[in-house]
């Protein structure tokens, strides 16, 4: 028997197999699909509806309960609230009720699973321990109160609904004088809500390995556990395990989800600027909007990170923002400076004033805590690093291996559509804050949200190692949240991206059209 004549008979046979398959009513039964794909047009995401929520900081982070229909919405402005936003007659869009936690110090995100309401809170002192409230969605009665780590900055449940998820950053206060911890919480929903809160001392042995692939461990005067801050959480589709950045230390967790305990951290390296697909615009004084090589490297620094599958193989997306710590009080605990007030090693920058000069690399944004040797009292400079990747990432989840940036094509593509904001040159770019990545009409795509271009890109990532450019198009001011509905969970049937806008407290609703 050929191979065609095989594969048919193979065919055959599974269909018959599955048509023959009873139900308790012996009537047949044949699997349907995982998902079923609705046929829309990947390139044509437009508004459909809008909300304003108040001023700035009014909406952040949104969450979407399909049983009932309601948007929750982070809000910060004017206190720690969450909105609730009906969507029942949707695209019309109304707040039906505020949710307000006047003794926490700040509300930093919520997710939903199973009609269930997760909402991450600081604690009434920021660097004391956090709340994590659970409410039911159809009547917002409390269900669990439940204590986690200092400063919860993303909460998410597993995709099973079984564990919920808190990254607490555990940021110091202002005065550097109090660096609580940064770590995990693990919520067992099914074990009345049992709490394992793990930090990151089992791998204090393992700094001078992680600091040699790119690591950063510099916080003013602290211990290594108190130095990571865990950042944006992503649960793997079977549940088992999930992924943390841990942004201000360059670097990538990976969690055992049901045994409760961090496994690996990855470093993440740098992007070498002076390769030219890695090209920055790196200032705000050259009248013009161009990406150019330079001797330079750059912190990746993720922010969000989302999970997903193709072709049998885990991949996560990382937004690559850039963020220091620089807004403390001692003036050691700053770590920004311009390239133009370093001392440059003249060896290994022979032409460092011109470098120096604002036109070129004279203004941009870049650490003092690393790349230099002392020379009596000063720092003379041999590297020069970057806060920020300023692209997406694509890792290979199992091994952490790069498979690729999306950095350059994304910048020119917004420079190219009038959308580039050349006064962020010289620090963090288009300032690449959120991703979330889905599946529409059966493609895979990546949501890129750029708080600096007020704008979200879409990339198809089908194949991950070749993503390929979509669509660009605007959102509110400095756009926070990304969070996609899939067509079975959204009011109207049919894929919903849904963005929270910090800057100006909107909400905005987008779609694409039908084929």
């Not at 990976?254 to 992007?271: M, Q």
């Not at 690393?370 to 890792?395: D, P, W």
């Not at 010289?426 to 009409?441: L, P, R, W």
Request: hydrophobic letters at 40%.
């Amino acid at each position: 028997m050929n191979c065609k004549k095989l594969f048919g008979a193979i065919l055959i046979a599974s269909l018959a197999f599955a048509a023959c398959k009873k139900n308790p009513t012996d009537e047949p039964i044949i699997d349907p699909p995982i998902e079923a794909v609705v046929p829309e047009k990947i390139d044509s995401f437009k508004e459909i509806a809008s909300i304003d929520l108040g001023g700035e900081t009014a909406a952040e982070i949104s969450a979407y309960d399909p049983l009932t229909k309601k948007l929750f919405v982070v809000s910060n402005d004017g206190g720690a609230k969450v909105e609730v936003l009906d969507l029942a007659n949707y695209p019309t869009v109304t707040k039906s009720k505020t949710l307000s936690y006047a003794s926490n110090a700040g509300i930093n995100s919520v997710a939903v699973s199973n009609g269930l309401l997760a909402i991450a809170l600081d604690g009434a002192d920021k660097q004391g321990n956090g709340d994590l409230v659970v409410l039911k969605t159809s009547d917002l009665s409390e269900v669990k109160k439940i204590t986690v780590g200092a400063m919860p900055d993303m909460v998410t449940f597993s995709p099973d609904g079984n564990y919920i998820l808190s990254a607490n950053e555990g940021e110091p206060n202002l005065a550097y004088t109090v660096d609580p911890k940064g770590s995990i919480s693990i919520i067992n929903v099914k074990d009345n809500y049992s709490v394992k809160t793990v930090d990151f001392s089992a791998f204090e042995s393992q700094k001078a390995t992680l600091l040699a692939g790119g690591f950063r461990i510099y916080g003013y005067n602290a211990s290594f556990t108190q130095d990571i801050e865990p950042e944006y959480i992503a649960v793997s589709s079977d549940s088992k395990k999930a992924y943390v950045t841990l942004q201000e230390n360059n670097g990538v967790a990976e969690i055992d989800v049901v045994a409760g305990t961090i496994t690996k951290i990855t470093p993440l390296g740098t992007r070498d600027i002076s390769l030219a697909e890695n090209a920055f615009d790196v200032s705000d004084k050259d009248n013009k909007k161009e990406l150019g090589t330079w001797p330079i490297k750059a912190y990746y620094l993720p922010d969000a990170i989302s999970y997903f599958t193709t072709g049998g193989t885990a991949y996560l997306a990382l937004a690559n923002e850039g963020d220091t710590r620089q807004d403390y009080t001692p003036k050691e605990a700053k770590e920004e400076v311009r390239v133009k007030d370093l001392m440059l090693d003249p060896v290994k920058f022979p032409n460092a004033a011109t470098l120096q000069l604002d036109a070129n690399l004279g203004r941009l944004t870049v650490t003092n805590t690393a790349g230099f040797t002392m020379v009596g009292t000063n720092k003379v400079y041999q590297e020069l690093f970057s806060t920020g990747g300023r692209s997406v990432s694509i890792l290979n989840a199992s091994t952490g291996a790069l498979v690729a940036n999306i950095g350059k094509d994304l910048e020119q593509h917004v420079i190219d559509a009038g959308k580039y904001d050349d006064d962020r040159s010289d620090n963090k770019g288009v300032e690449v804050e959120s991703v979330t990545v889905a599946q529409v009409n059966g493609q895979t795509l990546a949501f890129i949200g750029m708080e600096r271009a007020d704008a979200i890109a879409i990339y198809n990532v089908t194949n991950p190692a070749a993503p390929k450019f979509v669509q660009l198009f605007s959102t509110g001011d400095a756009p926070e949240g990304l969070l996609f509905v899939k067509p079975k969970d959204s009011p109207n049937g049919r894929s919903l991206l849904i963005v929270s806008n910090e800057g100006d407290g909107t909400v905005k609703f987008y779609q694409p059209d039908k084929i």
